[in-house]
C-alpha cells in the first residue's frame, strides 16, 4: 500500500523539483525518498525509505567513483580518501540542509520530538533514498547528472583544501574575509547522559548557520560548519 498524497504535499515535492532541477514521473517515490523509519513504527502500512536509500547509496558511489576515474589521475588510495569525504555523512548531511530536504522529511512523533529533522545520519540518509528514487523513476543518465551538480563541488573542494577539518577549513576562510572567528552556540544538548545529541549553531557576523546535530558537541560544530562553507564559498 503506497503513501497517501494530498495537494499540498505534491506541490512541495514540485517546488522541491524545481529547486533541484529534476522531474518525476511518479512523484509517489519521491515523496517516499522522504518517509523516514520511525513513521513506519507509528503507522505500520506507511512505505519508509530504507530500500531507496540502499540503492541510492550504490548509485551514488558508482557516479562518484568514475567522475574521479575519469577526472584525476590521482592514485588509488587518494581517490579512495576524496571519494569517502565526500559521500560520507558528515558532507551530505549539509547538502541536504541547503537544498530543503530537511523541511519535507515525514519522521515518526518520538524522532521528531528528539531532533531528528537535523540529525546528520536521518539528512544523509535521505539524499540517498532520494538518490534512489531518482534513478528507479528516471534512469541512470538523470541520476547521474544530479549527483554530479552537488557533488562536483564537493570533490574540487577537498582536492583544493586536502582533508582539512571543516572548522579549520571555515575558520581559515572567515578569518582572511572578515578579521574575526566563526562562533559557535550550543543551542540544545538532548537525551540521557550516555546518549546525548548536542545541537549547535555557528554565527559569522550577523549570519548563523544551523541548527545541526551531532553525537559530540564537535560533530554538531563540524556540521554546522560544513553548512556554513557551502554558503560562503
Known amino acids: 500500500m503506497g503513501n497517501t498524497i494530498d495537494d499540498e504535499r505534491k506541490k512541495e515535492l514540485n517546488d522541491f523539483c524545481k529547486k533541484v532541477s529534476i522531474k518525476f514521473k511518479k512523484i509517489e517515490l519521491l515523496d517516499q525518498a522522504f518517509h523516514h523509519r520511525s513513521i513506519t513504527n507509528e503507522k505500520n502500512h506507511i512505505l519508509n525509505n530504507e530500500r ?52 519535507l522529511l515525514v519522521l515518526g512523533h518520538g524522532e521528531e520530538l528528539s531532533g531528528g529533522r537535523s540529525k546528520p545520519a536521518i539528512l544523509a540518509d535521505c539524499m540517498e533514498a532520494v538518490i534512489g528514487a531518482y534513478y528507479l523513476d528516471n534512469g541512470y543518465k538523470a541520476a547521474e547528472k544530479y549527483i554530479l551538480s552537488f557533488i562536483v563541488p564537493e570533490i574540487d573542494y577537498v582536492n ?47 549570519k548563523t548557520y544551523g541548527p545541526c546535530s551531532g553525537k559530540t558537541k564537535k560533530d554538531a560544530e563540524q556540521c554546522a560548519a560544513k553548512l556554513a562553507l557551502i554558503d560562503f564559498k
Open 160 to 206: 583544493n583544501n586536502g582533508m582539512k577539518d571543516y572548522k579549520t577549513l571555515l575558520q581559515e576562510a572567515y578569518q582572511k574575509k572578515s578579521k574575526s572567528c566563526p562562533v559557535y552556540e550550543l543551542v540544545n544538548k538532548k537525551g540521557p547522559d550516555h546518549d546525548q545529541t548536542f545541537v549547535v549553531v555557528v554565527h559569522l557576523g550577523d
Open 52 to 103: 531507496l536509500e540502499f540503492l541510492g547509496d550504490s548509485v551514488l558511489g558508482i557516479v562518484t567513483a568514475a567522475y574521479l576515474y575519469n577526472n584525476f589521475n590521482n592514485p588509488e588510495g587518494d581517490l579512495a580518501k576524496i571519494k569517502s569525504a565526500v559521500v560520507s555523512e558528515k558532507a551530505l548531511a549539509p547538502i541536504a540542509v541547503k537544498l530543503g530536504l530537511d523541511k
